[in-house]
């Protein structure tokens, strides 16, 4: 899922990503992230025309259906929480008024707030956005994907109806190997973003040319990756679980290294490269 944030006056706002679902809405599901008035920084409202609303507010988690469809609602929702939900079902996701998001921006007039994410497209005025433009510069952003989108995707596949198995392999960031080794706070990634994308779907390609595997989905995390969260999935479909569970370990195998992606770890008293590659 590609995840696109609007930001500038509430006006222009709304009409810029109003614009942008339209013209995403072509291609794929889109859903839309806006903030209420009564709502604080980190609550969200979301939907789209096609699909029933859901909300996170502060509060417990309830779940009520009524004549516009299912509402949610649920406690300290981050961002980052929301986005993990709508990935397996939805192909774009707009946040209207995010500035504090780590996202690619279109900045929309004066935003009047410093950004955390890139400035992706910047124009004077909503009627100045050029939709198509916009869509092309998102395809080169790194999608918003999780296991679960993952498992989600290649369940859609075609030969679907003949696989008996789904197998998964996720890496996720380690405290410390060694009791006496002091704990990693995050690593941080870079990749030759064209040949490392290229390589990543030659290597699923080659996977999946084998006997008994129907599809094969990876995705590898850049950027920041705290201690505790998920860096990197493959995602197999094969008709039986030995061709699943070993396309799986020779996916995650070959993608460390063959695929362009380098690695710092930073702990509490030094950070340095893990891998140098040629």
Same mark, same amino acid.
């Given at each position: 899922?590609?995840?696109?944030?609007?930001?500038?006056?509430?006006?222009?706002?709304?009409?810029?990503?109003?614009?942008?679902?339209?013209?995403?809405?072509? /291609?794929?599901?889109? &859903?839309?992230?806006?903030? #209420?008035? !009564?709502? +604080?920084?980190?609550?969200? @409202?979301?939907? *789209? =025309?096609?699909?029933?609303?859901?909300?996170?507010?502060?509060?417990?988690?309830?779940?009520?259906?009524?004549?516009?469809?299912?509402?949610?609602?649920?406690?300290?929702?981050?961002?980052?929480?929301?986005?993990?939900?709508?990935?397996?079902?939805?192909?774009?996701?707009?946040?209207?008024?995010?500035?504090?998001?780590?996202?690619?921006?279109?900045?929309?007039?004066?935003?009047?707030?410093?950004?955390?994410?890139?400035?992706?497209?910047?124009?004077?005025?909503?009627?100045?956005?050029?939709?198509?433009?916009?869509?092309?510069?998102?395809?080169?952003?790194?999608?918003?994907?999780?296991?679960?989108?993952?498992?989600?995707?290649?369940?859609?596949?075609? /030969?679907?109806?003949? &696989?008996?198995?789904?197998? #998964?392999? !996720?890496? +996720?960031?380690?405290?410390? @190997?060694?009791? *006496? =080794?002091?704990?990693?706070?995050?690593?941080?990634?870079?990749?030759?973003?064209?040949?490392?994308?290229?390589?990543?779907?030659?290597?699923?390609?080659?996977?999946?040319?084998?006997?008994?595997?129907?599809?094969?989905?990876?995705?590898?995390?850049?950027?920041?990756?705290?201690?505790?969260?998920?860096?990197?999935?493959?995602?197999?479909?094969?008709?039986?679980?030995?061709?699943?569970?070993?396309?799986?370990?020779?996916?995650?195998?070959?993608?460390?290294?063959?695929?362009?992606?380098?690695?710092?770890?930073?702990?509490?008293?030094?950070?340095?490269?893990?891998?140098?590659?040629?």
């Amino acid at each position: 899922m590609h995840v696109l944030g609007v930001v500038g006056p509430e006006s222009e706002v709304s009409t810029a990503t109003d614009r942008l679902a339209d013209r995403l809405g072509e /291609d794929g599901r889109v &859903a839309v992230v806006r903030r #209420t008035g !009564t709502e +604080r920084r980190g609550d969200s @409202e979301t939907g *789209d =025309d096609a699909a029933p609303r859901k909300r996170a507010d502060r509060g417990t988690t309830t779940y009520q259906l009524g004549d516009d469809g299912w509402t949610v609602g649920g406690r300290d929702r981050s961002t980052s929480a929301l986005l993990d939900d709508l990935a397996p079902e939805y192909d774009y996701a707009l946040l209207a008024d995010f500035p504090d998001a780590d996202l690619p921006q279109v900045v929309v007039g004066d935003s009047g707030a410093d950004l955390r994410g890139e400035r992706l497209v910047e124009v004077d005025s909503a009627d100045a956005l050029d939709p198509a433009e916009v869509r092309a510069e998102l395809d080169a952003t790194e999608p918003h994907e999780t296991l679960e989108s993952l498992v989600a995707q290649v369940k859609r596949s075609a /030969d679907a109806p003949y &696989a008996g198995a789904i197998a #998964t392999f !996720t890496g +996720r960031v380690r405290a410390k @190997e060694d009791p *006496d =080794d002091e704990p990693t706070e995050y690593l941080e990634f870079e990749r030759y973003e064209r040949v490392a994308d290229e390589r990543m779907q030659d290597l699923a390609a080659e996977l999946e040319a084998r006997e008994g595997v129907h599809e094969v989905a990876m995705h590898h995390r850049t950027g920041v990756v705290e201690y505790g969260e998920d860096i990197v999935f493959v995602v197999v479909l094969a008709g039986h679980r030995s061709e699943a569970f070993r396309t799986v370990e020779d996916g995650i195998d070959r993608l460390k290294d063959e695929v362009p992606i380098f690695k710092k770890e930073v702990t509490a008293d030094e950070q340095f490269w893990v891998h140098h590659r040629p």
